[in-house]
């Protein structure tokens, strides 16, 4: 079946399959992978021992492509703080992180104590999805570094 357009030019026909091609090949029709990221951290780089002090982290889905990004599945995030010296972990934290839709964001909110007896300095490793459970296709950018000095 051949549709026509009754006194339309023959241009009007190209630009009309061009149209749905467009159409065909846009975002309405699909979404891209999501993509996990760690969007905001915020913690102390010196501590004394014996005083709480909060570390603060934000994660958003955003789209790996041109379209908005599907919905992740939920999973966990975890905070680890590791003694550069001894090599002991002082902290193991995990929350639950929630299924995201495009462009959504989650914020954590890790409170520690560490007693003088431990005193020192601490790799800080906050991972988003260190099980790849969510469904994020690119993992490079899921883990945070920094260093902590407890006096």
Do not use: H, W
């Given at each position: 079946?051949?549709v026509?357009?009754?006194?339309?030019?023959?241009?009007?026909?190209?630009s009309f399959?061009?149209?749905?091609?467009?159409?065909?090949?846009?975002?309405?029709?699909?979404?891209?992978?999501?993509?996990l990221?760690?969007?905001?951290?915020?913690?102390?780089?010196?501590?004394?021992?014996?005083?709480?002090?909060?570390?603060?982290?934000?994660?958003?889905?955003?789209?790996?492509g041109?379209?908005?990004?599907?919905?992740t599945?939920?999973?966990?995030?975890n905070?680890?703080m590791?003694?550069?010296?001894?090599?002991?972990?002082?902290?193991?934290n995990?929350?639950t992180l929630?299924?995201l839709?495009n462009?959504?964001?989650q914020?954590?909110?890790f409170?520690v104590?560490?007693?003088?007896?431990?005193?020192?300095?601490?790799?800080?490793i906050?991972?988003?999805?260190?099980?790849?459970?969510s469904g994020?296709v690119?993992t490079?950018?899921n883990?945070?570094?920094?260093?902590?000095?407890?006096n």
């Open positions: 079946m051949t026509k357009f009754p006194g339309r030019p023959k241009m009007f026909y190209s399959f061009l149209f749905l091609l467009m159409i065909s090949s846009c975002c309405i029709f699909k979404t891209d992978p999501p993509d990221r760690i969007t905001g951290q915020n913690y102390p780089s010196t501590v004394n021992a014996n005083q709480r002090f909060d570390l603060f982290y934000t994660v958003g889905n955003f789209s790996s041109d379209c908005d990004a599907d919905n599945t939920q999973s966990i995030v905070l680890k590791i003694n550069q010296v001894t090599g002991a972990v002082q902290v193991n995990s929350q929630n299924s839709s462009n959504s964001t914020s954590f909110t409170s104590i560490i007693g003088p007896e431990n005193a020192g300095t601490y790799n800080v906050f991972t988003v999805d260190p099980n790849n459970t994020s690119n490079n950018n883990t945070n570094t920094g260093v902590i000095v407890v």
